[in-house]
């Protein structure tokens, strides 16, 4: 795989009973990026993520990831090929520990069946990953805590390690920073850099600020089409960008 472009999107469009959500979009992903899908309140990024990762079926439109025609595929192999999407928090298992959530997700990879709270042998084996993995996040010292005894902050922090656990060579990330106090931001911003080093990462994004610290190609949303494309200065100083973020409140 030697192509600059790692996932590129021709024509992506979504309607819901004739109201179109994602209305022809072509977007490229440039490899080793950190790449944020921006836009005002209902400008289409949620649907468009969806397209992506595949939880969502596209009306018409292609989708290819290292030159394959994905479009396709179910989330599942697609996740075999690389592309991972970051678990809804809610996947994060509230009564086992830190560590045994990330040797979970590590005996996922192995594509081992569900089973998994009987096999406690070859949970073991994957012990010395599953603390590296932990300590990347900050969250050696918690390890043994339940994850349902972390802050927000810090089980978003575990998600990303369970994320990361699968070995995705593009990262997809829904909005990371929801709902986050300020440390937090921080220490996200952080792990997502660090993750980012090796590896293709997509956001959708609300946070500006975040947005213009991480990430080095935005593309703006509104009413279902890319308004602008660029980095941040780029875009930021587009009148089109402004004035399709005026009058619209955002968290
Ligand atoms: N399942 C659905 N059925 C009908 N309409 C939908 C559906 N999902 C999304 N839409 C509509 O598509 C448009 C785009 O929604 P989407 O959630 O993708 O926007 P968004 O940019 O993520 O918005 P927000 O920033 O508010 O999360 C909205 O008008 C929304 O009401």
Not at 63 to 82: C, H, Q, R, V, W
Not at 112 to 125: G, K, N, P
Request: net charge negative; hydrophobic share 45%.
């Amino acid at each position: 795989m030697t192509s600059n472009i790692i996932l590129a999107a021709s024509g992506l469009t979504k309607e819901f009973r004739g109201f179109v959500a994602v209305d022809g979009v072509d977007l490229m992903v440039r490899r080793g990026s950190i790449h944020a899908l921006i836009g005002p309140n209902g400008a289409g990024k949620t649907t468009c993520f969806n397209l992506l990762t595949k939880f969502l079926t596209p009306t018409k439109g292609s989708i290819l990831y290292n030159d394959e025609d994905i479009t396709s595929l179910p989330p599942a192999d697609i996740a075999l090929k690389g592309l991972v999407r970051s678990f809804q928090i809610s996947a994060v298992f509230p009564d086992l520990s830190v560590l045994e959530n990330v040797r979970v997700a590590l005996q996922r990879l192995r594509g081992s069946s569900f089973d998994f709270w009987r096999s406690e042998t070859v949970l073991r084996a994957h012990d010395a990953r599953a603390l590296e993995l932990v300590d990347a996040v900050g969250l050696s010292e918690f390890r043994h805590l339940y994850a349902s005894e972390l802050s927000y902050g810090r089980k978003r922090a575990l998600e990303i390690a369970t994320t990361l656990a699968l070995e995705p060579e593009m990262l997809l990330l829904d909005e990371p920073m929801a709902g986050m106090a300020s440390g937090d931001i921080e220490r996200i911003s952080n792990l997502i850099r660090q993750a980012a080093r090796e590896r293709t990462v997509l956001m959708v994004e609300h946070n500006l600020s975040v947005v213009s610290e991480l990430c080095d190609a935005i593309t703006v949303l509104a009413q279902g089409r890319i308004l602008a494309e660029g980095d941040y200065a780029t875009v930021s100083a587009d009148p089109r960008v402004r004035e399709a973020y005026m009058g619209t409140v955002h968290a």
